[in-house]
């Protein structure tokens, strides 16, 4: 080796030394970046699992009162007759006699009282008088009809003059007619001078007395009886819209009346109004009572309960649990894993503290007490568990 090869400068080739060089910077910013790259994921991740942790809602269940069982609702009623009618005097005069005071029985054409009708009496007479008169002129008419029918057999009449008498004898044969019906008229007027009882029953008013004057009608005069049917009583009850749902056909009652306090009279409803009063919101019912024993009387109330049927699907819970959209109620329910669902129901009743809903739920289902209005369908809440009142107490 010669002195000038030991002495000279390191050769190295420019191109070589330059890809070299970028090589290792490459790889040295590639270590940087993925060991920074799986930091950041896992604080990304990190980050993740917190807000879910923090967006858990935290919610309380709501207190049902389960399933609601038959019901009894007590409501006021009143009776009246079967058949109820005020009786009127259908002629004027003054009051001869009565036969029957309140509280009798009387039967279907029993005479209650008798009128004098002086002044129906002479226009009878007169009726009669000018009937007697229509009968003989219809007489004569007939009589003189029949003579010129003769004489014209032998030409010493007219036809004309003939048909004149003959058409005379119809015009009387009419007005005698008239003056029968005229006649027969005032005899039923006249017979309405005993006023009879229309139907069996019990005389539940008498208004008149001996003497009094008597207008017929009644427009220009006042009942003179009031007769009641009370073998049969109508119960006539206003029931709350809320209850409408559970009225059935022929559905049995009970009803008490405080006369007779402990005892429970049955009825069965026959008819319903069809029609809800708008100014209190309630239907009427009329109920059909047996009174054979006519222990009870028009006119007084009683408390008639309803017992209701069972609804499985029935049950209570605080209004605050409810959710109303536009296609109606829904309630708030966490599920499996408490996962939240939403579920139509059917409100029976509003009680004001609760509210009775027709709804089921499924194996361990919760109702949300007062649901956020964030909550949506799919999320998982936290059920809040209930303290209860002793606890709550002591602290």
Do not use: C
């Amino acid at each position: 080796m010669s002195a000038d090869e030991l002495h000279s400068p390191l050769r190295v080739h420019p191109v070589r030394y330059l890809l070299t060089s970028i090589a290792l910077v490459i790889a040295v910013a590639s270590g940087i970046f993925i060991g920074g790259y799986k930091k950041r994921q896992e604080d990304f991740q990190l980050a993740v699992n917190t807000a879910v942790r923090g967006a858990v809602v935290t919610v309380s269940a709501a207190k049902l009162g389960g399933k609601a069982n038959g019901e009894n609702v007590s409501l006021p009623g009143v009776f009246q007759a079967q058949n109820a009618a005020p009786i009127y005097s259908m002629v004027s005069g003054y009051l001869k006699t009565w036969y029957f005071d309140i509280g009798r029985n009387v039967k279907a054409g029993q005479v209650l009282a008798e009128i004098q009708t002086p002044e129906l009496e002479q226009q009878l007479k007169q009726a009669i008088a000018t009937l007697d008169t229509g009968k003989a002129n219809e007489n004569l008419a007939l009589t003189t009809a029949n003579r010129w029918r003769a004489l014209l057999q032998t030409d010493s009449v007219s036809q004309q003059e003939a048909d004149e008498k003959f058409s005379d004898y119809q015009t009387k044969k009419t007005i005698v007619a008239a003056a029968q019906a005229n006649v027969e008229r005032l005899r039923t007027l006249e017979s309405y001078k005993r006023i009879v009882a229309p139907f069996d029953g019990v005389i539940t008013g008498r208004n008149t007395d001996i003497g009094a004057l008597i207008n017929a009608g009644q427009q220009s005069g006042r009942e003179l009886f009031t007769l009641s049917d009370t073998r049969k009583l109508r119960l006539y009850v206003t029931v709350p819209q809320t209850y409408l749902s559970r009225i059935k056909p022929d559905m049995k009652v009970q009803v008490e009346v405080p006369e007779m306090p402990g005892k429970k009279i049955a009825a069965r409803l026959v008819n319903t109004s069809k029609s809800i009063n708008e100014a209190s919101g309630t239907m009427l019912l009329q109920f059909e009572i047996h009174n054979t024993q006519q222990s009870l009387v028009p006119g007084e109330y009683g408390n008639v309960s309803f017992a209701f049927p069972l609804n499985d699907q029935s049950i209570h819970l605080p209004p605050s649990a409810l959710i109303i959209r536009k296609d109606g109620p829904h309630i708030a329910v966490a599920g499996e894993g408490g996962k939240v669902s939403f579920r139509k129901i059917e409100i029976l009743r509003d009680l004001v503290s609760t509210v009775e809903a027709s709804f089921e739920l499924k194996g361990n289902e919760t109702v949300i007490d007062n649901p956020p209005e964030s909550l949506l369908e799919g999320d998982v809440v936290t059920i809040k568990p209930i303290t209860p009142v002793a606890d709550s107490v002591k602290k």
